[in-house]
């Protein structure tokens, strides 16, 4: 069984700088990733990578977040820099195997506010 346990966010000004971090446990094959939500919508991808270091973005965060992996780990981060107001929801780690499952972290909130 996959879990995934999330660390990071918080609150931070415009223009400021939040790092996430997501630990896997068990045996998976597949890319891991970054998805985010706010109430009322629903959740919408943010960048993936492949263990190969392959990165994928939306174009609403091209530029301003990073997304990076341990392998060793089992690990996926997600820097996030200049920090906009409409960059505020709930973001979840996401694995997605080969076989097309999906799995969850816990989620963790991130606030941009002044």
């Known amino acids: 069984q996959v879990q995934l346990v999330q660390s990071g966010g918080g609150l931070v000004q415009p223009g400021g700088s939040l790092r996430l971090s997501c630990a896997a446990s068990g045996n998976f094959f597949g890319v891991m990733g970054w998805f985010r939500q706010v109430p009322g919508k629903e959740r919408e991808f943010v960048a993936w990578i492949t263990s190969g270091g392959s990165t994928t973005y939306a174009d609403s965060v091209k530029g301003r977040f990073t997304i990076s992996g341990d392998n060793a780990k089992n690990a996926v981060y997600l820097q996030m820099n200049n920090l906009k107001p409409e960059d505020t929801a709930v973001y979840y780690c996401?694995?997605?195997?080969?076989?097309?499952?999906?799995?969850w972290g816990q989620g963790t909130q991130v606030a941009v506010s002044s």
């Open positions: 996401n694995i997605r195997t080969t076989s097309g499952s999906d799995y």
